[in-house]
């Protein structure tokens, strides 16, 4: 099973919030080797509620097809959420505790509230 942990840093060009996503304890765009890339917090807090498709990882601007993002497919069980999805040819596959993800949903969305923050990006364009 895969940890995640989710915390607010700033966008590389800009130096505006933005969510930081780690995958036990490696920062996502590092795992993927790209630093262009984003989450887009209101499609990964949707995907804690069901399953289906969900443009959770996009460009830093918000256009998936810029970043050459697919949806990543989410699939709810009893006790844990798994996230299947490719990008640049290369298949990954996550498994999370659902406990996890609420919990790190909850947190982020405090921390968001409390603090006023507008992340980036503001919007996601799906891919075409």
């Known amino acids: 099973m895969n940890k995640l942990t989710l915390d607010i840093g700033h966008t590389t060009d800009t130096n505006e919030p933005t969510l ?40 830093e601007c918000g256009v998936a097809d810029c970043g050459g993002w697919d949806k990543v497919h989410v699939v709810h069980s009893d006790n844990t959420i798994s996230w299947t999805f490719t990008y640049n040819d290369k298949n990954f596959s996550f498994q999370f505790g659902k406990n996890n993800y609420a919990d790190e949903i909850r947190k982020i969305q405090a921390r968001i509230d409390s603090e006023k923050l507008v992340l980036q990006p503001q919007f996601a364009a799906d891919p075409e």
């Open 20 to 59: 930081l996503l780690y995958i036990d304890g490696t920062e996502f765009r590092r795992i993927i080797l790209d630093n262009s890339n984003a989450a887009f917090f209101p499609n990964l807090a949707d995907s804690a509620k069901e399953s289906g498709d969900y443009l959770i990882l996009t460009c």
